[in-house]
């Protein structure tokens, strides 16, 4: 079994990162330039599991890609040439969706998507209906409403769209993202509170950036019918990743972290982080001309948040609730069930394991604080999200996390970036 051993880290004062790029953005930047009329460059792509697995996927419709240092140069391909392949996406359930909906356009004979067993697990269906809604030409091939599918050509057409806001946002975007494409554009309903809207805000921003008109009024989303430019797209950094680092000042009871590249103002959900570190204890001084820090004396308090938007924290904020003084209660997040693992069964388990008594909820976890830990070995469930939580929590006490290659999923050199904190 392939184990990381985190050791204590004693007496940390200060440090200093640049941090890798937004996966988020990265993805949704590789559809609009796969789809626009020429060549784009995107600057600073994150380099990781998900976002090459993305990238051969749409090698494999005819988009065609030349790499840079620091960029990707992006040839975009319309219509997508659906290429008689079978077309592995890993467990990138983003990419899956993104790229379920951008073949819908293509033409030729088939395409076919898989994954690994886990992506298998994951909800299809709401995406798969609305794009049959729209003649989309979509065969499942093993259980209904789920992949492995091949997708066929079809001729798409412009009808409203109704869906409930509590799916998952990664449908609503994937739609969204082909909307221009359609012969009068295409118009999405949501009926209920929108889960995890940001994700969709960053959706809607970045076809902006490429020139695709998107209005939304109240709880509808109307995209126009249009084509996407070829533009120069700079990556931010990744704001999800960026949390743990930030986290470790209150992990540890003391330091100061500053991420030199990180962009207290994008529109990234994540950024939210900062609000509830805030709410914990944290002091938080932005940068010029760019960069956060974060700096910590003490224990962090427990709360209550509301991760209905920003369910990519859970984990991290799992791990504060085990340091911090008295209750934490995370909410508002019952689309966690269905991520790489059901993380908020994964982090109770393991929370206990190191002796956190928690309690679960359908949509999120009640956490009592302590000081007192044992050693542990941490089981991943082969999610990066909590290997890199437990990373940092091991900061405090000492832990062995299993599988510590899954992080290749969103944040392939994270082992390095924990290296330097021990100097």
Same mark, same amino acid.
């Given at each position: 079994?392939?184990?990381?051993?985190?050791? %204590?880290?004693?007496?940390?004062?200060? $440090?200093? *990162?640049?941090?890798?790029?937004?996966?988020?953005? =990265?993805?949704?930047?590789? #559809?609009?330039?796969?789809?626009?009329?020429?060549?784009?460059?995107?600057?600073?792509?994150?380099?990781?599991?998900?976002?090459?697995?993305?990238?051969?996927?749409?090698?494999?419709?005819?988009?065609?890609?030349?790499?840079?240092?620091?960029?990707?140069?992006?040839?975009?391909?319309?219509?997508?040439? *659906?290429?008689?392949?079978?077309?592995?996406?890993?467990?990138?359930?983003?990419?899956?969706?993104?790229?379920?909906?951008?073949?819908? *356009?293509?033409?030729?004979?088939?395409?076919?998507?898989?994954?690994?067993?886990?992506?298998?697990? /994951? %909800?299809?269906? %709401?995406? $798969?209906?609305?794009?049959?809604?729209?003649?989309?030409?979509?065969?499942? *091939?093993?259980?209904?409403?789920?992949?492995?599918?091949?997708?066929?050509?079809?001729?798409?057409?412009?009808?409203?769209?109704?869906?409930?806001?509590?799916?998952?946002?990664?449908?609503?975007?994937?739609?969204?993202?082909?909307?221009?494409?359609?012969?009068?554009?295409?118009?999405?309903?949501?009926?209920?509170?929108?889960?995890?809207?940001?994700?969709?805000?960053?959706?809607?921003?970045?076809?902006?950036?490429?020139?695709?008109?998107?209005?939304?009024?109240?709880?509808?989303? @109307?995209?126009? /019918?249009?084509?996407?430019?070829?533009?120069?797209?700079?990556?931010?950094?990744?704001?999800?990743?960026?949390?743990?680092?930030?986290?470790? +000042?209150?992990?540890?009871?003391?330091?100061?972290?500053?991420?030199?590249?990180?962009?207290?103002?994008?529109?990234?959900?994540?950024?939210?982080?900062?609000?509830?570190?805030?709410?914990?204890?944290? @002091?938080?001084?932005?940068? @010029?001309?760019?960069?956060?820090? #974060?700096?910590?004396?003490? /224990?962090?308090?427990?709360?209550?948040?509301?991760?209905?938007?920003?369910?990519?924290?859970?984990?991290?904020?799992?791990?504060?609730?085990?340091?911090?003084?008295?209750? =934490?209660?995370?909410?508002?997040?019952?689309?966690?069930?269905?991520?790489? =693992?059901?993380?908020?069964?994964?982090?109770?388990?393991?929370?206990?394991?190191?002796?956190?008594? =928690?309690?679960?909820? +359908?949509?999120?976890? #009640?956490?009592?604080?302590?000081?007192?830990?044992?050693?542990?070995?941490?089981?991943?469930?082969?999610?990066?999200?909590?290997?890199?939580?437990?990373?940092?929590?091991?900061?405090?006490?000492?832990?062995? #996390?299993?599988? %510590?290659?899954?992080?290749?999923?969103?944040?392939?050199?994270?082992?390095?970036?924990?290296?330097?904190?021990?100097?």
């Amino acid at each position: 079994m392939n184990l990381k051993e985190i050791k %204590p880290l004693k007496n940390f004062k200060k $440090i200093e *990162l640049t941090l890798p790029s937004s996966k988020s953005m =990265t993805q949704r930047a590789l #559809i609009c330039s796969s789809l626009s009329s020429g060549t784009s460059q995107i600057i600073n792509p994150l380099i990781s599991e998900d976002t090459l697995l993305l990238k051969s996927a749409l090698e494999s419709i005819g988009v065609i890609f030349k790499e840079k240092k620091n960029l990707w140069e992006v040839k975009g391909r319309y219509p997508p040439f *659906l290429s008689n392949q079978r077309v592995y996406l890993g467990n990138n359930g983003t990419g899956a969706r993104f790229f379920l909906a951008l073949s819908s *356009l293509g033409q030729g004979s088939y395409i076919e998507i898989y994954g690994k067993p886990r992506l298998h697990e /994951r %909800p299809m269906q %709401p995406l $798969i209906e609305a794009l049959r809604r729209l003649s989309a030409n979509i065969d499942c *091939l093993e259980k209904e409403g789920f992949l492995p599918v091949k997708i066929k050509e079809g001729k798409l057409i412009s009808q409203k769209i109704i869906l409930p806001g509590n799916i998952s946002s990664q449908f609503i975007s994937a739609l969204l993202l082909i909307g221009a494409y359609l012969p009068d554009g295409l118009e999405i309903e949501i009926e209920g509170e929108l889960f995890s809207k940001s994700y969709v805000d960053l959706t809607v921003e970045i076809m902006k950036f490429f020139e695709v008109k998107v209005e939304q009024f109240d709880n509808l989303f @109307k995209v126009y /019918r249009g084509i996407y430019k070829p533009k120069i797209y700079e990556v931010e950094a990744d704001a999800s990743n960026a949390s743990y680092f930030l986290a470790i +000042p209150l992990i540890l009871g003391e330091g100061e972290v500053i991420v030199k590249n990180y962009n207290p103002f994008s529109k990234q959900g994540d950024i939210k982080f900062l609000d509830y570190i805030r709410a914990m204890g944290a @002091k938080i001084d932005i940068l @010029k001309p760019s960069g956060i820090r #974060i700096s910590f004396k003490g /224990r962090a308090k427990g709360g209550e948040f509301n991760l209905r938007d920003t369910p990519d924290l859970f984990p991290t904020m799992c791990v504060l609730g085990a340091v911090a003084e008295g209750e =934490t209660i995370l909410k508002g997040a019952p689309h966690l069930r269905y991520k790489e =693992t059901d993380r908020i069964k994964a982090m109770a388990q393991e929370l206990k394991k190191i002796g956190v008594n =928690t309690k679960e909820f +359908p949509d999120g976890i #009640i956490i009592q604080g302590t000081s007192l830990y044992n050693s542990a070995t941490i089981h991943t469930y082969d999610d990066h999200r909590i290997a890199m939580s437990f990373a940092i929590l091991g900061l405090k006490m000492g832990l062995k #996390i299993e599988n %510590p290659d899954c992080v290749a999923k969103s944040f392939p050199n994270f082992w390095e970036y924990m290296e330097k904190f021990y100097g």
